[in-house]
């Protein structure tokens, strides 16, 4: 019988990765040489400048990268799956991985309701799907995410840049995902309320081992989550700190021994 692989230990493997990105223009090395490991119920905060690498190198690694991003050399498995693979591995993969990406708030599909957008990636990959089990899924997380139920039944543009911000990672963690990649989870969120991502991200790291791989040039959430740290500058990792959760290369000059 065919299996798809897992590891248990590590949600991923970064092994001297790169990634080049085409456009209109010649080929551009979007990430360049990228090597970590990431431990499950590990967190990794990424950062950098616009333009550093950080949501081409999310983006692959969640199995999402758009059609301009290419694998140019090394590789990496995420919960077991090489990004190299296609098919059904690549269907497991964006099963395993809850993905915010970046700007995801300003970009919910404007025809679903509030409601249908958080359901729509159970919805989308079975039509047997459960109404009244997914109903309350989606009304537990709207309630985690701070927001009214009312809002099941609204649509994107009649809710704040905040709360399609907060329905954006309440879809990315419908599915009760393995790792999440989140790119600037904290965009537009009040300050208020930015404490139900450090939460959500804590309890289930806490309660079933999930590993978070996170986009972000904010200190005070590095610093909360207890994270590791990566920083990119034009595609490079020009500096890191392995926080006690990351495991690094040890052979990788500059990089800390593996623990």
């Not at 010649?26 to 119920?41: K, M, N």
């Not at 190299?84 to 497991?92: A, S």
């Not at 300003?106 to 459960?130: C, D, F, K, Q, Y």
Request: one cysteine or more.
């Amino acid at each position: 019988m065919f299996r798809v692989p897992d590891d248990p230990v590590n949600a991923v493997v970064c092994d001297d990765l790169s990634v080049s990105r085409w456009g209109h223009g010649p080929e551009t090395r979007a990430v360049d040489g990228v090597t970590f490991t990431l431990p499950s119920a590990g967190t990794l905060c990424v950062s950098g400048a616009t333009g550093a690498g950080k949501s081409s190198l999310l983006g692959v690694l969640a199995g999402r990268g758009d059609d301009t991003l290419t694998v140019a050399g090394g590789d990496a498995r995420v919960s077991g799956i090489s990004v190299l693979r296609r098919g059904r591995d690549r269907r497991v993969l964006t099963y395993r991985v809850g993905y915010l990406p970046q700007g995801a708030g300003a970009s919910l599909p404007a025809r679903l309701s509030v409601g249908e957008t958080i359901a729509e990636p159970i919805t989308s990959r079975t039509r047997r799907a459960n109404t009244r089990a997914v109903s309350v899924r989606v009304a537990a997380l709207l309630d985690e995410m701070h927001l009214p139920l009312g809002a099941a039944d609204k649509f994107p543009f009649e809710l704040s840049a905040g709360m399609r911000q907060r329905v954006a990672f309440a879809r990315a963690l419908v599915l009760d995902p393995r790792i999440l990649v989140a790119d600037e989870p904290l965009a537009n969120i009040d300050l208020e309320v930015r404490h139900v991502v450090f939460d959500a991200i804590v309890r289930r790291r806490q309660e079933w081992g999930m590993a978070a791989l996170v986009a972000t040039n904010d200190g005070s959430l590095v610093r909360e989550l207890g994270a590791a740290e990566l920083t990119l500058r034009g595609g490079h990792v020009v500096a890191q700190n392995p926080g006690g959760l990351v495991a690094w290369s040890a052979d990788t000059p500059g990089r800390a021994p593996v623990s």
